[in-house]
């Protein structure tokens, strides 16, 4: 007696706890406004809310015509300057070329003169034409003008370097992630391509801005110096995030970057102009360093620096550290090349 096999119908089950695809479809609209959200606030309120915030400038002269500087500025624009007394106009020109001030007030025998610095902030320095020349034109008094630190005669606004922030960001951030991704686990590898990379990437954006957009025409190998620590601080950071955490530290380091570091680095404006307390947390990430370094570099010939190659040295330190763990985590999976 044989048993004849009836077939086997297979039926593919839904996974279990699964949500139906309308509550899905309605998960991936809410994530994507919360997304679209986030990234407005991150663009849109430096731009809507920002205003001027102890801005520093300086006041030269008699200490009593200084003294009534300062309360017109204060009468038309309150709480927007910082003001620093200073015993001449040669003191205040220095004061701006060490980029301790944005620009200020001269006051002499041969009237008032207000002097600016375009290539320290365009932005501070066209706020100020226009609170000097409305201070002024209340006063009854006649004011001259000049910029102390003009920006180059083939980019008068300034806006090559306004333009580089998005750039520069990335800049730091692309080359680590494509690293992370292609070269899985030769983590010395990544080290020498992103150094290598910094380096050639540092000079190329200062050949563009040079010879491209003419926004700089004095100390080329300064600004690519620059430029190159900057890139080292943001890439290596990147890369000890995605050489630790992977993909995960990659996400976390890009959101950074992108929703905070590049709208506070203030290159298009300046710290100052940001929201309060805005500016002064983008000067501690690698993208408000890279900008001060990169106006200090252009223009003042590095005076000013300082701050900014120390948060830079530290970025860059830190993601080392990272990149170290992550070789002796892997132990010996990691290449060291030659």
Do not use: C
């Amino acid at each position: 007696m044989t048993t004849e096999s009836l077939p086997r119908h297979t039926h593919h089950a839904a996974p279990a706890h699964e949500p139906p695809p309308a509550l899905r479809a309605a998960g991936i609209v809410a994530v994507l406004v919360v997304a679209i959200a986030i990234v407005a606030i991150a663009f849109a309120v430096p731009a809507a809310k920002s205003k001027p915030h102890d801005v520093p400038i300086g006041a030269a002269g008699p200490q009593v015509a200084g003294g009534q500087v300062a309360d017109m500025l204060d009468q038309h624009a309150s709480g927007a300057f910082d003001v620093t007394y200073y015993p001449s106009e040669d003191a205040l020109r220095d004061a701006i070329r060490n980029r301790d001030v944005y620009g200020g007030f001269a006051v002499g025998p041969e009237g008032r003169k207000l002097l600016t610095a375009t290539g320290a902030s365009p932005a501070v320095a066209q706020l100020l034409t226009q609170v000097g020349n409305g201070i002024a034109q209340h006063a009854g008094v006649q004011l001259t003008t000049e910029d102390v630190v003009p920006p180059t005669k083939d980019d008068p606004r300034g806006a090559g370097l306004a333009a580089a922030a998005l750039p520069v960001t990335l800049a730091g951030l692309l080359p680590a992630i494509a690293l992370v991704l292609v070269l899985r686990r030769e983590v010395w590898t990544r080290l020498t391509a992103a150094v290598v990379f910094a380096g050639l990437a540092g000079v190329t954006i200062a050949a563009l801005l040079r010879y491209v957009l003419g926004s700089i025409d004095a100390n080329f190998w300064g600004v690519a110096g620059g430029l190159t620590l900057g890139l080292l601080a943001a890439g290596l950071a990147m890369l000890g995030l995605g050489s630790l955490f992977g993909r995960a530290g990659l996400a976390v380091g890009s959101l950074l970057a992108v929703l905070l570091g590049n709208p506070m680095s203030g290159l298009t404006s300046a710290p100052e102009l940001l929201p309060s307390g805005w500016g002064a947390l983008g000067q501690w990430l690698p993208q408000g360093a890279n900008a001060t370094l990169l106006r200090s570099t252009a223009f003042f010939g590095g005076a000013g620096a300082t701050m900014a190659i120390v948060v830079l040295s530290l970025w860059a330190l830190a993601g080392l550290t990272l990149i170290v763990i992550a070789a002796v985590r892997n132990g010996k999976d990691a290449k060291v090349p030659g």
